[in-house]
């Protein structure tokens, strides 16, 4: 199986903050890799297929949030790479599905839901021995899609970069894709990671353990920021919300608030703050998660 990485522009953002602190500011356009496989998704998944089809696997199955952007790629993977997908939902069933879910089981997702306790134990031979039973064998991806192979399709979105940067920035829920920019970087640049999450000092190890699994746990050319995370995940306010407003309205890119914009209001207020020497060139991930945002106004969030 061969699945050739998309070529996405990237584009550089003017602003009266950046010539006054003599930054240059780019942001790299994963939110334009596919119509569904948004975002760092697409590389999360690339090497999950390639390996699930060499192993002549017919099924996926994983694990996600009933808004979560890995379940929505996952299931779109599915349907263009020719695997049948389950998708295993923290939760009980809401109907109407959510845009997030009615996509999925539209591309032919089969939606299986679990209880938050068990869903807590999700990985427990128990479980999946019954998942098994009830699905026949599966690919097993983890929740938010993150393991070895996924590191290593993400190390791939940095020589996609077409110019000399400094700081590559990125958003972060497992840590997965901070870690493969930080193993694609063969320049003296650094990788800088935005937590979404609260208290998230486990992202530091996770990581350090995805970077030991390529033997390159001493790599100290990384750091993750943890102030911008807006209270935990998926926590949102008006600060934030007018932020992505505006930042759509004065470079015409759309972001979402749960993570990129969680990352690019950091990067600004980081600048601001002069944290970033004079004439560095920064490179922001957009990793897409535009779907999400269908979800947020069906809440009422946006
Ligand atoms: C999943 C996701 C992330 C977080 O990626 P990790 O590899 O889990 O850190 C960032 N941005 C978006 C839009 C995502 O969907």
Not at 165 to 183: E, M, P, Q
């Amino acid at each position: 199986m061969l699945i050739k990485n998309p070529t996405t522009p990237l584009t550089e953002i003017f602003d009266p903050i950046l010539s006054e602190k003599q930054i240059k500011l780019f942001i790299k356009r994963e939110d334009l890799t596919d119509d569904f496989i948004s975002g760092n998704k697409f590389y999360k998944l690339k090497y999950n297929l390639i390996e699930a089809d060499k192993l002549r696997y017919k099924t996926l199955l994983t694990f996600g949030g009933a808004f979560s952007n890995h379940i929505h790629a996952t299931a779109a993977a599915g349907k263009k790479y020719g695997f049948k997908t389950i998708g295993v939902i923290r939760g009980e069933e809401h109907l109407p599905l959510n845009p997030t879910l009615s996509s999925a089981q539209g591309n032919g997702m089969i939606i299986e839901y679990l209880d938050r306790i068990s869903y807590r134990n999700k990985y427990d031979e128990n479980l999946i021995n019954r998942l098994k039973n009830k699905f026949g064998d599966f690919y097993l991806i983890p929740e938010g899609g993150s393991n070895h192979l996924a590191v290593k399709g993400c190390a791939e979105i940095i020589p996609q970069i077409k110019t000399k940067f400094d700081f590559v920035c990125t958003a972060c829920g497992t840590g997965g894709t901070l870690s493969g920019l930080i193993l694609g970087l063969n320049s003296n640049a650094k990788a800088i990671g935005f937590s979404v999450l609260k208290g998230s000092n486990f992202l530091n190890n996770n990581v350090k353990n995805f970077l030991s699994g390529f033997e390159k746990e001493n790599l100290s050319n990384w750091q993750i920021v943890f102030d911008y995370h807006f209270g935990g995940y998926a926590k949102i306010n008006s600060g934030l919300i007018n932020f992505c407003r505006n930042f759509k309205s004065r470079h015409n890119i759309e972001i979402e608030p749960i993570y990129t914009g969680k990352m690019l209001y950091g990067v600004f207020d980081l600048i601001q703050k002069n944290y970033f020497p004079q004439h560095s060139v920064i490179v922001a991930i957009h990793t897409g998660g535009l779907q999400g945002l269908r979800g947020l106004e069906q809440r009422g969030l946006l």
